[in-house]
């Protein structure tokens, strides 16, 4: 018998979600964490700390496909990029489900359709506590349920834009957020409204992520047992292939072996990549379930740029990111292919200039940022980026992760921005200053900021062109699962972790079953 019956390697949006779900069960269930927790300090909340000295980004190495080194904006601890993520908790469009023509390709349809989704996005906003309003968003899906919290509520200069882009026959939303927010209670709140939410840890832990909502309450089971500090280096397999037997973990720089019935790979989509590939026998001379050579391939990220409006009057606002518009999401009355979706982003500080841009900014007195802070809107601009087989995750000669990346959908990316930047006139801001941030930030995302990484092990019927079944089952691995968001065969241009979060708790529910552990839970049937 083995010593556990689940083991979940990675506790973030996709592992800390499939733990808490799994977790009423009884099961006895092994959360293995290559970080440690994220420690509970005044740093947390220092723009100089956490984009400056990069204080919560691990000190891995990666490599591009020249073998230049790299840092990757990666982050090791338990609830893994949730600790630092925006917490914009978007659902997929129903038609990012199905196959989309967009100006580099084509955006391959899913194995499931929007409506086996649905369940679980819902049963994932109800974990997450996401705060929105329905009916506002044009593209949105249709959902059974509403948002379990009112959306938060727009500051004065947001309000105004919001008004503005009304004004110009737009159709602005209440973007979905993440945060334990009570405006009608603020004595009571857990969330303070701060300006350091997106990209830096909840000092107070009121950022719905999956540390809080997901890895803490699972630990309130006893059958729950969480080991930080633990790198799964290997996994080892029966003489036919077909079954995990062991996971080969890195504990402190002691080698230990842990044994369960089913194991849950969920390292985030490059590690997990990794780690299969890292795990080649015999019987899976490529890298375990590679038999399609698919494990590292389709590698996505989205294709965005961070971009800065000057507005003419000052922007006060503290809690930027309440604002969203997808009326560009499938394209334009002239454009006929999709561009994507835009966003707000965390207030920008003359820290985060320094921080994103250290040369360019190390001669500029602290005036002159702190002026351009004081006047910027920051946006957040995705487009799709399309499964490309050439993008992919491979192994470097040392074992760590070499990543080739070339963008697509390049084209509708710029008619992004020119779009955003046509508006500006209606909406307070200078035309002409509507900049990539390459005055002060990286005009675009480098490879090494992997946030949205997605798409290394895709799902799929075909085991001739997928990793894992439709269950997140590998191919040709009885008992082996991937719930982080390895398993997107498309990204779609908004947020990845309500997905990632959502797809656990649908593969929790399969594991409960396969278990025999109890039935479907209440909360993915809320009507
Ligand atoms: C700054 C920032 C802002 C973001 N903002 C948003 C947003 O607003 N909305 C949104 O939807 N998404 C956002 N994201 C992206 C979102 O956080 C990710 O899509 C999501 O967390 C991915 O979930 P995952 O389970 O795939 O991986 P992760 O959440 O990264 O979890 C992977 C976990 O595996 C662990 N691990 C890795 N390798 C091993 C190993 N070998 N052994 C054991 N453990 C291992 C890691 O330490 C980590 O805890 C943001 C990300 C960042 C960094
Ligand atoms: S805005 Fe709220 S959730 Fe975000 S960091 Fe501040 S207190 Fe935490």
Same mark, same amino acid.
């Given at each position: 018998?083995?010593?556990?019956?689940?083991?979940?390697?990675?506790?973030?949006?996709?592992?800390?979600?499939?733990?808490?779900?799994?977790?009423?069960?009884?099961?006895?269930?092994?959360?293995?964490?290559?970080?440690?927790?994220?420690?509970?300090?005044?740093?947390?909340?220092?723009?100089?700390?956490?984009?400056?000295?990069?204080?919560?980004?691990?000190?891995?190495?990666?490599?591009?496909?020249?073998?230049?080194?790299?840092?990757?904006?990666?982050?090791?601890?338990?609830?893994?990029?949730?600790?630092?993520?925006?917490?914009?908790?978007?659902?997929?469009?129903?038609?990012?489900?199905?196959?989309?023509?967009?100006?580099?390709?084509?955006?391959?349809?899913?194995?499931?359709?929007?409506?086996?989704?649905?369940?679980?996005?819902?049963?994932?906003?109800?974990?997450?506590?996401?705060?929105?309003?329905?009916?506002?968003?044009?593209?949105?899906?249709?959902?059974?349920?509403?948002?379990?919290?009112?959306?938060?509520?727009?500051?004065?200069?947001?309000?105004?834009?919001? #008004?503005?882009?009304?004004?110009?026959?737009?159709?602005?939303?209440?973007?979905?957020?993440?945060?334990?927010?009570?405006?009608?209670?603020?004595?009571?709140?857990?969330?303070?409204?701060?300006?350091?939410?997106?990209?830096?840890?909840?000092?107070?832990?009121?950022?719905?992520?999956?540390?809080?909502?997901?890895?803490?309450?699972?630990?309130?089971?006893?059958?729950?047992?969480?080991?930080?500090?633990?790198?799964?280096?290997?996994?080892?397999?029966?003489?036919?292939?077909?079954?995990?037997?062991?996971?080969? @973990?890195?504990?402190?720089?002691?080698?230990?072996?842990?044994?369960?019935?089913?194991?849950?790979?969920?390292?985030?989509?490059?590690?997990?990549?990794?780690?299969?590939?890292?795990?080649?026998?015999?019987?899976?001379?490529?890298?375990?379930?590679?038999?399609?050579?698919?494990?590292?391939?389709?590698?996505?990220?989205?294709?965005?740029?961070?971009?800065?409006?000057?507005?003419?009057?000052?922007?006060?606002?503290?809690?930027?990111?309440?604002?969203?518009?997808?009326?560009?999401?499938?394209?334009?009355?002239?454009?006929?292919?999709?561009?994507?979706?835009?966003?707000?982003?965390?207030?920008?500080?003359?820290?985060?200039?320094?921080?994103?841009?250290?040369?360019?900014?190390?001669?500029?007195?602290?005036?002159?940022?702190?002026?351009?802070?004081?006047?910027?809107?920051?946006?957040?601009?995705?487009?799709?980026?399309?499964?490309?087989?050439?993008?992919?995750?491979?192994?470097?000669?040392?074992?760590?992760?070499?990543?080739?990346?070339?963008?697509?959908?390049?084209?509708?990316?710029?008619?992004?921005?020119?779009?955003?930047?046509?508006?500006?006139?209606?909406?307070?801001?200078?035309? #002409?200053?509507?900049?990539?941030?390459?005055?002060?930030?990286?005009?675009?995302?480098?490879?090494?900021?992997?946030?949205?990484?997605?798409?290394?092990?895709?799902?799929?019927?075909?085991?001739?062109?997928? @990793?894992?079944?439709?269950?997140?089952?590998?191919?040709?691995?009885?008992?082996?699962?991937?719930?982080?968001?390895?398993?997107?065969?498309?990204?779609?241009? @908004?947020?990845?972790?309500?997905?990632?979060?959502?797809?656990?708790?649908?593969?929790?529910?399969?594991?409960?079953?396969?278990?025999?552990?109890?039935?479907?839970?209440?909360?993915?049937?809320?009507?």
């Amino acid at each position: 018998m083995s010593d556990y019956d689940v083991i979940v390697i990675g506790s973030g949006a996709g592992g800390g979600t499939l733990v808490r779900h799994l977790a009423p069960s009884g099961k006895r269930i092994l959360l293995l964490e290559r970080g440690d927790w994220l420690p509970r300090e005044p740093q947390n909340w220092q723009a100089r700390d956490v984009f400056v000295e990069n204080r919560y980004v691990s000190d891995d190495t990666w490599y591009d496909e020249r073998g230049t080194a790299f840092q990757p904006q990666v982050h090791y601890c338990v609830g893994g990029a949730t600790k630092l993520y925006g917490a914009a908790l978007y659902r997929l469009r129903k038609e990012d489900f199905g196959e989309l023509r967009h100006h580099d390709g084509i955006s391959p349809a899913w194995p499931i359709g929007y409506e086996d989704m649905e369940p679980y996005y819902t049963a994932a906003e109800q974990l997450y506590q996401v705060h929105g309003a329905r009916g506002e968003d044009p593209t949105e899906p249709p959902a059974s349920a509403p948002y379990p919290f009112p959306a938060v509520s727009h500051e004065p200069r947001i309000q105004q834009l919001s #008004d503005d882009l009304a004004g110009a026959g737009h159709q602005p939303f209440h973007a979905p957020c993440g945060v334990m927010l009570a405006e009608d209670d603020m004595p009571h709140s857990a969330c303070v409204r701060c300006a350091t939410c997106d990209g830096f840890p909840c000092l107070v832990h009121a950022k719905s992520d999956a540390e809080v909502l997901g890895v803490r309450p699972a630990l309130e089971h006893p059958n729950v047992t969480l080991v930080t500090n633990a790198e799964a280096v290997g996994l080892e397999t029966d003489d036919a292939g077909t079954t995990v037997t062991g996971v080969v @973990v890195d504990r402190d720089g002691v080698t230990e072996t842990y044994r369960a019935d089913i194991v849950v790979v969920s390292c985030g989509a490059a590690n997990s990549a990794k780690l299969l590939l890292a795990s080649a026998t015999d019987a899976h001379p490529n890298g375990l379930a590679n038999g399609s050579d698919m494990v590292g391939r389709n590698y996505m990220f989205h294709n965005s740029q961070a971009v800065l409006a000057l507005s003419k009057e000052p922007n006060p606002t503290v809690f930027q990111k309440t604002l969203g518009l997808n009326d560009f999401y499938f394209g334009t009355d002239e454009i006929d292919y999709p561009l994507g979706n835009i966003q707000m982003v965390g207030k920008s500080s003359a820290e985060m200039y320094r921080g994103e841009k250290p040369l360019q900014t190390r001669f500029a007195p602290e005036w002159t940022l702190r002026d351009v802070a004081g006047h910027a809107v920051d946006f957040w601009l995705s487009t799709e980026d399309l499964p490309r087989l050439e993008n992919r995750v491979s192994l470097h000669r040392d074992g760590r992760v070499t990543l080739a990346y070339t963008s697509t959908n390049d084209e509708p990316k710029k008619q992004l921005f020119h779009e955003l930047k046509g508006l500006l006139g209606h909406l307070g801001m200078h035309r #002409d200053h509507l900049m990539p941030r390459h005055a002060y930030l990286r005009n675009e995302i480098p490879v090494a900021g992997c946030a949205h990484q997605a798409g290394t092990c895709r799902f799929g019927r075909d085991p001739a062109t997928s @990793v894992l079944n439709p269950d997140c089952r590998a191919h040709e691995v009885d008992n082996l699962y991937v719930v982080d968001t390895s398993f997107f065969p498309s990204i779609g241009a @908004v947020n990845p972790a309500l997905t990632a979060m959502a797809n656990a708790v649908r593969v929790g529910d399969h594991l409960l079953e396969r278990l025999d552990a109890r039935p479907r839970p209440e909360a993915a049937h809320v009507a």
